[in-house]
């Protein structure tokens, strides 16, 4: 099991990047594959990326390839999405969370963190 917090989110113009963190507080975090995901007011939770266990293999939702990438450091029981080009569309509360195998859809997930936001103005 593992608890997780994210951080980094704010208020941005379009264009510009922000990076985002999510801090494991579990001593098994390199156990497990990490997920970004991202939900916007009245709308499902939509998939951003994943990265497995090692960091060695990542994938993207096709709206963010080119802009977005997922990396981790497990010394630092830490995800991060380091966010460039953003859009507008962008905008929403994204959440990490923990599954045993990387995967693109919520359901694969055990664990969430409570989310951050991000807002992207025109």
């Known amino acids: 099991q593992v608890q997780l917090v994210e951080s980094g989110g704010g208020l941005v113009q379009a264009g510009a990047s922000l990076r985002l963190s999510c801090v494991g507080t579990g001593r098994t975090f390199s156990d497990y594959a990490m997920g970004w995901f991202r939900q916007a007011p009245g709308k499902e939770r939509e998939f951003v990326a994943a990265i497995d266990w090692s960091g060695g293999s990542s994938f993207y939702a096709d709206s963010v390839k080119g802009r977005f990438t997922i990396s981790r450091d497990n010394a630092k029981n830490t995800v991060y999405l380091q966010m460039n080009s953003l859009k507008p569309e962008d905008t929403a509360v994204y959440h990490c969370?923990?599954?045993?195998?990387?995967?693109?859809?919520?359901?694969?997930?055990?664990?969430w963190g409570q989310g951050t936001q991000v807002t992207v103005s025109s």
């Open positions: 969370a923990a599954a045993f195998e990387p995967a693109g859809t919520p359901q694969f997930y055990d664990y």
